[in-house]
């Protein structure tokens, strides 16, 4: 049986994925063993493969799978969780040439109180600004500039999220997202521009979503850190509970214009 702890950062994004029917752009596999999700978008995140489970069969499903995606030519992730990987499914993946990013699942209770210093002329405010959200991610991230349409109509697509953004002196430098699945609040996308970074404004953004989280009714909150981000989430009460690791594969003709990295919670 699945740790509770566990299985809130496995629950929290498989329910992103099981939601993808919504974003157009997304075109879901007709088969119920995997979530494959596939787009024209030259991005990993936007071609990615998830929750599998094939029984006997690893082997040959997951190579099925990663023909499918090779084929169309476009870098695509396959992010795996406890309870949906396998050795086999792992040496499979490596076979085929797809690259390893580890990357830590944390977990943290809500009832512990939260606090922190100001950070002199920073304002964190909630905003339904998605289109603003998403121009803060991309420069925090330092994503490539065609990812902002489709990664606005992704995040247009669940309203439901709270977003923030933070301000220091009147300038964006930083957003964070929180999505709710039931008593799971799990946080997206905190990152700050270079220039911003090392003041303590990852961690304020992070508390700051962590309070909105608990008014709107979660418990707990999960994460994946970047190495980089770790300290400043255990510093929030953030503990590793698992690895949610993510293989990628970027075709050669694009592998020096796409980071291997999907965003996730790290640029503090």
């Known amino acids: 049986m699945t740790h509770p702890h566990i299985a809130a950062v496995e629950d929290n994004l498989l329910a992103f994925f099981a939601a993808a029917d919504r974003i157009p752009l997304l ?17 990993p995140m936007f071609n990615a493969a998830t929750n599998a489970r094939f029984g006997e069969a690893v082997a040959s499903r997951t190579n099925e799978v990663v023909d499918s995606f090779v084929a169309a030519g476009l870098p695509w992730m396959w992010w795996l969780t406890p309870s949906t990987t396998s050795p086999e499914l792992e040496a499979t993946l490596e076979a085929r040439g797809l690259l390893r990013e580890d990357v830590p699942g944390m977990y943290a209770d809500l009832s512990a109180p939260l606090s922190t210093r100001p950070v002199e002329g920073l304002v964190i405010e909630r905003t339904s600004d998605v289109e603003s959200v998403v121009a803060g991610m991309i420069a925090g991230f330092e994503m490539p500039a065609f990812v902002q349409a489709p990664m606005t109509e992704l995040m247009a697509a669940f309203p439901e999220a709270i977003n923030v953004i933070g301000s220091l002196d009147g300038r964006p430098v930083a957003t964070g997202t929180a999505y709710l699945t039931g008593p799971t609040a799990g946080l997206y996308n905190i990152s700050t521009v270079q220039t911003a970074r090392g003041r303590g404004i990852g961690y304020a953004v992070t508390l700051r979503l962590l309070e ?57």
Do not use: K, M, N
Not at 214 to 225: F, K, Y
Not at 229 to 255: H, K, T
């Open 27 to 43: 075109r879901r596999d007709p088969v119920d063993d995997v979530d494959a999700l596939h787009s024209d978008i030259a991005f």
């Open 212 to 268: 909105l989280a608990r008014a709107a009714g979660a418990e707990h909150a999960v994460l994946h850190a970047t190495e980089a981000g770790r300290p400043v989430y255990e510093r929030a009460g953030f503990v590793e509970v698992c690895q949610v690791p993510q293989y990628v594969w970027i075709p050669q003709q694009v592998a020096r214009s796409v980071p291997t990295e999907a965003p996730g919670t790290g640029l503090v």
